[in-house]
T-cell receptor
Framework: DAGVIQSPRHEVTEMGQEVTLRCKPI?????LFWYRQTMMRGLELLIY????????DSGMPEDRFSAKMPNASFSTLKIQPSEPRDSAVYFC?????????????FGSGTRLTVV | SQQGEEDPQALSIQEGENATMNCSYK?????LQWYRQNSGRGLVHLIL?????REKHSGRLRVTLDTSKKSSSLLITASRAADTASYFC???????????FGAGTRLFVKA
């Protein structure tokens, strides 16, 4: 398995533009998570899905953020419009449904810079 | 707010020495996990300890859990330069599937 695949690896965009981050989880994993990492706030859970259904989006900072999981092999995190304070590394992670003890597999992340 | 808090924030040791990192958390948990993150990379799962376990080993890693004190420790024995990374504890609160990460300990192992 190639692991959790995120794209793009790096994204530089201008303030006000729409940004879409993509994630392909490991096949067979029923849980998918989006995290954001910054120096100031550390790792923050934004949203997670179970069997493609959003379960908890309480970590999504604002209405400018939205996430979808149209099928078991693909998820997107969209920011519209983007702002400089959205600059961070965004990680996608997946986990099997065999319980909370399985551990997460993280992607390599997307480093977003909004100028 | 973060559930877990690591201590120390940074640790510098010589190769061959042992490294101990601590994690404290606030609420009851199902399990506690430790992850490693190398600079510019994603997190890698190291080990998981369940709330009914007190100690667990994996290679050079030893994890302890004290639920009465709401704390855990990660011990890396005979450290290597390749162990240089940030280490995070993560907890799943009882009744939820929401894993919350601490701020991490930055470990630097000098060759």
């Amino acid at each position: 398995d190639a692991g959790v695949i995120q794209s793009p690896r790096h994204e530089v965009t201008e303030m006000g533009q729409e940004v879409t981050l993509r994630c392909k989880p490991i096949s067979g994993h029923d849980y998918l998570f989006w995290y954001r990492q910054t120096m100031m706030r550390g790792l923050e859970l934004l949203i997670y899905f179970n069997n493609n259904v959003p379960i908890d989006d309480s970590g999504m900072p604002e209405d400018r953020f939205s996430a979808k999981m149209p099928n078991a092999s693909f998820s997107t995190l969209k920011i519209q419009p983007s702002e400089p304070r959205d600059s961070a590394v965004y990680f996608c992670a997946s986990s099997p449904s065999t319980g909370q003890g399985a551990g997460y597999t993280f992607g390599s992340g997307t480093r977003l810079t909004v100028v | 707010s973060q559930q877990g808090e690591e201590d120390p924030q940074a640790l510098s040791i010589q190769e061959g020495e042992n490294a101990t990192m601590n994690c404290s958390y606030k609420t009851s948990i199902n399990n506690l996990q430790w992850y490693r993150q190398n600079s510019g990379r994603g997190l890698v799962h190291l080990i998981l300890i369940r709330s009914n376990e007190r100690e667990k080993h994996s290679g050079r890693l030893r994890v302890t859990l004290d639920t009465s004190k709401k704390s855990s420790s990660l011990l890396i024995t005979a450290s290597r330069a390749a162990d240089t990374a940030s280490y995070f504890c993560a907890t799943d609160a009882t009744g939820g599937f929401k894993t919350i990460f601490g701020a991490g300990t930055r470990l630097f192992v000098k060759a």
